[in-house]
């Protein structure tokens, strides 16, 4: 089974910046994605890549985080910048090892995760 570990998590203060990475122990042929969950409410899709690169966000985000993989690497990124307090949460890295997902910032999509990479942002 593939494992997915995070990375890059941290305390910030507001309008600073992360860079997030995920490791997959096997390539990802299909979809990946970032996902966030706060304290009481649900985890929520924040942004996505296919195998052929095309991308989706969140639109909270729009704008301030940047999505990309390393092919080479197995590797995922989110580059968050501009963080806002709302923005604290646990993010998840997400994959569906051979199929490209219809729906990319859709939980049921993906089968894989990670335990999560913690980002808190003081405002």
């Known amino acids: 089974q593939v494992q997915l570990v995070e990375s890059g998590g941290g305390s910030v203060q507001a309008g600073g910046s992360l860079r997030l990475s995920c490791a997959a122990s096997?390539?990802?042929?299909?979809?990946m994605g970032w996902f966030r969950q706060a304290p009481g409410k649900e985890r929520e899709g924040v942004a996505a890549i296919d195998s052929d690169g095309s991308t989706s966000y969140a639109d909270s985000v729009k704008g301030r985080f940047t999505i990309s993989k390393e092919y080479a690497k197995n590797s995922l990124y989110l580059q968050m910048n501009n963080l806002k307090a709302e923005d604290t949460a646990m993010y998840y890295c997400?994959?569906?090892?051979?199929?490209?997902?219809?729906?990319?910032?859709?939980?049921?999509?993906?089968?894989?995760w990670g335990q999560g990479t913690q980002v808190t942002v003081s405002s």
């Open positions: 096997e390539y990802i042929y299909g979809s």
């Open positions: 997400a994959a569906r090892r051979f199929r490209r997902v219809s729906r990319p910032l859709e939980i049921y999509e993906y089968i894989r």
